[in-house]
């Protein structure tokens, strides 16, 4: 659960990102891939710190 949070959390950012850069529609695909990637990483790490403290 933590990962797709992360991962949608992550496209709207780099999206939101690129838009504010005034970003072409390519760079918005792109920021939006790059800042997904990175946030759903970010989550996996979350879930497994998580999972091998909790038990």
């Known amino acids: 659960m933590i990962v797709l949070f992360g991962?949608?959390?992550g496209i709207t950012l780099?999206?939101?990102t690129a838009r504010r850069r005034k970003?072409?529609?390519a760079d918005?695909?792109?920021y939006?891939?790059?800042y997904g990637i990175a946030f759903?990483?970010?989550?996996l790490v979350a879930t497994l710190?998580?999972?091998r403290l909790s038990g």
């Open 28 to 30: 918005l695909i792109h």
């Open 32 to 34: 939006g891939a790059v």
């Open 14 to 16: 780099g999206v939101l």
């Open 49 to 51: 710190a998580i999972d």
């Open 23 to 25: 970003g072409t529609g």
């Open 7 to 9: 991962a949608l959390l």
């Open 40 to 43: 759903t990483l970010l989550g």
